[in-house]
């Protein structure tokens, strides 16, 4: 062997397991390997996760907050136009360095996969040129997957259709879209058939941004399911956001709810967005806006979560955690029970890494090294605690550790050393 990981918790529950590594891959899971490695890690219990991956991000637009000013409605619409001012004075090497900061961010929280969407509404095509530089960049620790994603919408930007079809071209893989921000609802439909018909003759996955609106009757997902099945989809195709479910009569979600699942469409959740961006011209109840995760897990979607924004004209927050991300889930959806906290674990791992149809992707033998060792004994202490990430590993190789996290009490009489992660709640 050349890694091994002694003593783990893993998120199925799984307790006390050894976990062997050799080359790039996990070859054994099991309570105690008798062989030996030159690299051990004794867990102590703590959480073993496949690496995080993020599903829906934004990598051309991060850690730009204040370029040319802050957002000060709050709202999509004003991050769209603040974007707009700063997209001119972009320039290749900036967008780069703040994407590579990014990286090592995300890194550093065990987070070695992510989906970002690239704004291809900029006839140099700059960012798309620039994130397909950092792809390379990245691919020895991050697994980067680019969406041609028309931010200024796909018929309303009269050179979007040439310029996503340049960046497919270019070596961009997922074809994007923005159907609640075009003209008119008909126009968004239109939108949704000609991307899915781009997406089918080029054998390509689909994710588009659809109906992040609290505008009930942006129906744009029906049209995304009902595509999906007229070109055999299935399975390759993402609906983001979906806020509008949301806010949609419960009779028809009734009706759209089994079309989402039986066109094997997944939906991406963005918690922290949804909940900070939607909402925002209501008074008092205040919408929450986020879709109907828990309604859609019930009727077999796949659905995960996504960071979406750090630090850019969106979104101010955010550091690359995605259980920070997981742990917002858990609140806006009031998904508490000890199942749908497991599912939320599942919606920034496995769920998300299906949806990117990233390969070996787990924790069984066969399965890519791609982990994280936790200062946590299980899922639910890793996101109530957002618990420290004490080893990341990719392709069986530490690539980034941080020491424990310890609080020194100054108390006389109380122990000098407090760990968070050391508060169980009482076993029965
Ligand atoms: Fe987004």
């Known amino acids: ?12 529950g799984r307790k006390d397991l050894d976990i062997g590594v050799v080359g790039a891959h996990i070859v054994a899971v099991e309570p105690r390997l008798a062989a030996t490695a030159p690299t051990e890690i004794d867990a102590t219990g703590q959480l073993l996760s496949p690496a995080f991956v993020d599903a829906h991000f934004h990598l051309d637009a991060t850690l730009t907050l204040g370029l040319p000013r802050r957002n000060q409605s709050g709202t999509l619409l004003e991050g769209i136009a603040l974007w707009g001012e700063l997209k001119p004075t972009l320039t290749s090497d900036a967008i780069i360095e703040r994407a590579l900061r990014y ?23 700059l960012a798309v040129q620039a994130l397909l530089t950092v792809k390379k960049r990245v691919a020895p620790y991050l697994d980067l997957q680019l969406v041609a994603f028309p931010q200024d919408g796909f018929y309303r930007s009269p050179t979007a259709e040439q310029n996503l079809l340049r960046a497919l071209d270019l070596g961009v893989e997922v074809v994007g879209g923005i159907p609640h921000f075009e003209r008119s609802m008909a126009a968004g439909a239109a939108s949704v058939r000609r991307l899915c018909e781009i997406a089918a003759d080029r054998g390509l996955l689909v994710d588009m941004h659809c109906d992040e609106t609290d505008d009930p009757l942006s129906r744009h997902i029906e049209t995304l399911a009902a595509e999906t ?25 009734s009706k759209l709810l089994p079309l989402i699942a039986d066109s094997g469409v997944a939906a991406i959740a963005n918690p922290l967005i949804n909940i900070t961006l939607q909402g925002r011209h209501d008074s008092y109840p205040k919408r929450r806006g986020m879709t109907r995760v828990p309604e859609l897990l019930a009727a077999g979607v796949n659905v995960a979560f996504g960071h979406d924004c750090v630090m850019d004209p ?12 997981a742990h917002m889930a858990v609140h806006v959806a009031q998904m508490t029970s000890e199942s ?15 949806i990117l149809h990233l390969p070996d992707y787990g924790l069984a033998p066969g399965c890519r090294a791609d982990m994280v060792i936790l200062q946590a004994a299980d899922c639910f202490e890793a ?16 690539i980034a ?28």
């Not at 890194?107 to 900029?122: P, T, Y």
């Not at 941080?402 to 029965?428: T, V």
Request: glycine fraction near 6%; proline fraction near 5%.
């Open 103 to 125: 990286c090592d961010l995300a890194v550093a929280r065990g987070l070695l996969a992510i989906r970002s969407h690239v704004d291809i509404c900029d006839d140099r095509l």
């Open 340 to 354: 749908a906290i497991g599912q939320c674990y599942q919606a920034i791992t496995s769920n998300a890494a299906q």
């Open 229 to 253: 099945k007229r070109l055999h989809l299935e399975g390759r195709v993402t609906g983001s956001h979906l806020t509008s479910m949301h806010s949609m009569d419960n009779y028809y979600v």
């Open 1 to 12: 062997m050349d890694l091994i990981i002694r003593n783990a918790h893993l998120p199925d």
């Open 401 to 428: 550790e941080s020491p424990p996290q310890l609080s020194l009490l100054h108390l006389p009489g109380r122990a000098a050393m407090l760990d968070f992660s050391a508060i169980q709640p009482p076993s029965a």
């Open 314 to 325: 969106w979104y101010a927050f955010g550091s690359a955690d995605m259980l920070e991300v």
């Open 383 to 398: 996101i109530r605690l957002k618990a420290n990430r004490r080893w990341v590993i990719k392709g069986g190789r530490v």
